[in-house]
């Protein structure tokens, strides 16, 4: 393992990964831990935060261009975008189902799945991970 092809690729994809890695351990935490308590909702709104920019740095990162320097991921991004809001705003709302359904998507999705294929061959997480 070496960060060397990481540190190579440019402050937003380090940016992007990092923060995507933040996101990745405090979402861990936010799902195991009790909710509706200050806390939760304390690191919630850094989790969103986190999301966020996450989903625009994104915007930023143009490696797979399959429409001009848009790739499918970029809709994914756009979708992160407009649904972290949503789910805050259900919070906010009580309305407490929609709320975590939203999360749970948004942490499976736009994190475990979408992380998932950063290690596919020839992505630069897999030169991390698994070397050149």
Do not use: C, D, N, Y
């Not at 405090?26 to 919630?44: D, E, M, S």
């Not at 920019?53 to 994914?76: C, K, M, Q, T």
């Not at 929609?98 to 992380?115: C, E, K, N, P, Y």
């Amino acid at each position: 393992m070496t960060l060397a092809p990481l540190l190579a690729a440019g402050p937003v994809v380090v940016l992007h990964t990092l923060m995507a890695l933040a996101a990745f351990g405090l979402g861990v935490v936010q799902l195991a831990a009790p909710k509706g308590t200050l806390p939760h909702r304390a690191l919630g709104w850094v989790w969103a935060a986190l999301m966020l920019i996450v989903a625009g740095s994104s915007l930023f990162i143009h490696e797979i261009r399959l429409v001009g320097p848009w790739s499918p991921i970029h809709l994914l991004s756009l979708l992160v975008l407009a649904a972290v809001p949503a789910a805050v705003l259900a919070a906010r709302r009580h309305r407490v189902a929609t709320h975590r359904r939203a999360m749970a998507q948004l942490f499976l999705g736009a994190l475990v799945v979408a992380g998932l294929f950063t290690l596919a061959p020839g992505r630069i997480l897999h030169a991390v991970v698994f070397g050149p």
